[in-house]
Nanobody, 124 residues
Framework: QVQLVESGGGLVQAGGSLRLSCAASGRTFSSYVMGWFRQAPGKEREFVARISESGGSTYYADSVKGRFTISRDNAKNTVYLQMNSLKPEDTAVYYC?????????????????WGQGTQVTVSS
């Protein structure tokens, strides 16, 4: 079992920035592909970004490409999501996820462990 705890969400004005953090338990954090997903009310959970075990490969949803940056610090067992130029459409609960055996980084079913989520609200 892997425990994931997100933090850093909050209320921000459009055009502003937030940095989300996801702290992971365990001693094998570096063996997991990490992803961020988000879910708005009435919407499906959607892929946001993912990062490879050592941070050498990243992928982003088209909706956030160029605005969001995923990174990780394996020494701290933490993955981050830097969110810039935020839009009201980014409002959602953001979830951190981990996968030891990824097969499709952009689908939620590829991930084994999930955090509790952190609310991000972007006002206009």
């Amino acid at each position: 079992q892997v425990q994931l705890v997100e933090s850093g969400g909050g209320l921000v004005q459009a055009g502003g920035s937030l940095r989300l953090s996801c702290a992971a338990s365990g001693r094998t954090f570096s063996s997991y592909v990490m992803g961020w997903f988000r879910q708005a009310p009435g919407k499906e959970r959607e892929f946001v970004a993912r990062i490879s075990e050592s941070g050498g490969s990243t992928y982003y949803a088209d909706s956030v490409k160029g605005r969001f940056t995923i990174s990780r610090d394996n020494a701290k067992n933490t993955v981050y999501l830097q969110m810039n130029s935020l839009k009201p459409e980014d409002t959602a609960v953001y979830y951190c996820a981990a996968s030891a055996t990824p097969f499709a980084y952009f689908v939620a079913g590829s991930y084994d462990y999930w955090g509790q989520g952190t609310q991000v609200t972007v006002s206009s």
